[in-house]
């Protein structure tokens, strides 16, 4: 048997290769949004408006995937370090390579929303409602977009889904499964909460822009403070409020 000294070393080195790896995916995520921003402002200007086509599908539905990579695995990483140590205290051979698995589950699930933004991102260019940006064009896109994030801040699942998120021990006790299998629909059921939360605050990115990476950025930080912060319901509550004044006065505004 290993002793517990060695089971800690053990442990902690794979928590740096585990953090260390989700830094790498987040890190090239956000440097690929980086350089398609740019390539994307450069095109627009020299061809404003472009066909949308099944080329530009494949071309928005890769760009989501990898958004939400960028996004939402840094809010992730709590559960994944659980995960993981819940594996080791189980003896489990196969712990980092069911981490894996656990991780591709959860990402799958935002390859699958990814697929419906890019498909509803198609319909907004279609109805010549988003920049080349990606960005709206109408204010009462914009604003009914903010209105229903903010609402949902308020709702039943949304407080059902964070629950699960917010408490990495109690969802995996709740959900534990052997095996890669396990590992893999554990992954992919922690993914289906993490988009219960989240997943109207990402549709907020049409309302300045798919590209603009600042309000990427601050879009990820809304969702991970109220995932890791102690007061993390009350800020994503107190933003729910700000989103829905600011589409109301969209809304008033576009009005008058």
């Known amino acids: 048997m290993s002793s517990p000294l060695l089971q800690t070393s053990v442990l902690q080195r794979d928590r740096l290769l585990i953090l260390a790896g989700l830094l790498v995916l987040t890190v090239l995520s956000w440097a690929y949004m980086a350089e398609m ?14 066909a949308w086509n099944v080329e ?15 996004m939402m695995l840094p809010s992730a990483s709590p559960m994944v370090l659980t995960f993981h140590g819940i594996s080791r205290r189980r003896a489990d051979e196969n712990a980092m390579g069911n981490t ?15 697929a419906g ?3 509803m991102q198609g319909a907004f260019h279609a109805a010549a409602l988003l920049t080349p940006m990606g960005a709206s064009t109408s204010p009462y896109l914009a604003g009914g977009l903010l209105i229903i994030a903010g609402l949902y801040q308020f709702a039943p699942l949304k407080d059902a889904c964070m629950t699960g998120c917010r408490s990495p021990m109690g969802f995996l006790m709740a959900e534990w499964r052997p095996g890669r299998r ?11 909460n993490c988009a219960g939360c989240c997943w109207a605050t990402m549709a907020l990115m049409f309302v300045l822009g798919v590209m603009n990476l600042l309000w990427m ?13 102690p007061a993390g319901d009350r800020f994503g509550r107190l933003a729910g409020v700000g989103f829905i004044g600011w589409g109301t006065w969209l ?3 576009a009005m008058l």
Do not use: N
């Not at 894996?100 to 990814?114: I, K, M, T």
């Not at 396990?182 to 289906?192: D, F, N, S």
């Not at 950025?217 to 912060?229: D, F, G, P, R, S």
């Open 251 to 253: 809304l008033g505004r």
């Open 100 to 114: 894996a698995l656990f991780v591709v589950g959860y990402v799958l699930v935002w390859v699958g929303y990814s």
């Open 217 to 229: 950025a601050a879009l990820t930080a809304l969702c991970l403070i109220e995932k890791v912060a």
């Open 117 to 119: 933004a890019a498909l």
């Open 56 to 70: 530009a599908f494949g071309l928005a539905f890769g760009m989501w995937s990898i958004m939400m990579m960028g």
């Open 37 to 50: 921003a740019i390539d994307m402002s450069m095109a627009s200007s020299a061809s404003p408006r472009q």
């Open 182 to 192: 396990g590992a893999l629909v554990m992954g992919w059921r922690h993914g289906l």
